[in-house]
């Protein structure tokens, strides 16, 4: 997978936490993942298909920036991750979702998207849409940390 096609996922992330929370979350060194497990307490993944390619792509949040983002986000406080906390990250997957689409349809990759499915828990797993390499990013703020995967069959 190449970093044109990684980089819209990427940047859209950076950009919707900044503009929702005011959370300036910063990428650390991509690596290959080569497991199910979640690096992260809960997960949003969703699924994109298109003409030229087809995969999915997932978030997860440490328990700390999950809090945190909802609090910055809604202004309440949470003590744990609950239904408001799966409600808000499968919507922060779909707008970065949406923001890759739009990225990536300039570049001549059209896709469709799925409605986000959100898990949580300790050492959940995410299944992505198709098999191949899996792409793991992970990213740190003041927050806590989350990590990105990208698995596609372009």
Same mark, same amino acid.
């Given at each position: ?60 949040? %440490?328990? /700390?920036?999950? *809090?945190?983002? !909802?609090?910055?986000?809604? $202004?309440?406080?949470?003590?744990? #991750? ?48 198709? %098999?191949? /390499?899996?792409? *793991?990013?992970? !990213?740190?703020?003041?927050? $806590?940390?989350?990590?990105?995967? #990208?698995?596609?069959?372009?």
């Amino acid at each position: 997978m190449n970093a044109e096609f990684v980089n819209p996922f990427l940047s859209s992330f950076i950009n919707v936490l900044k503009t929702m929370a005011q959370v300036d979350i910063k990428p650390g060194k991509p690596s290959l993942k080569k497991d199910a497990i979640a690096r992260g307490d809960v997960s949003g993944l969703i699924g994109m298909v298109g003409p030229n390619a087809k995969g999915s792509f997932s978030i997860s949040f %440490d328990k /700390a920036l999950a *809090l945190n983002v !909802f609090r910055l986000m809604v $202004g309440d406080e949470l003590e744990d #991750i609950d239904d408001d906390i799966t409600d808000m990250l499968g919507e922060i997957t779909n707008m970065v979702a949406g923001g890759a689409k739009l990225q990536l349809g300039e570049k001549g990759f059209d896709f469709s998207m799925a409605t986000p499915v959100v898990v949580s828990g300790p050492s959940h797993t995410i299944k992505h849409q198709v %098999d191949g /390499a899996k792409v *793991l990013m992970p !990213f740190t703020s003041e927050h $806590g940390t989350a990590f990105i995967e #990208i698995c596609f069959n372009q």
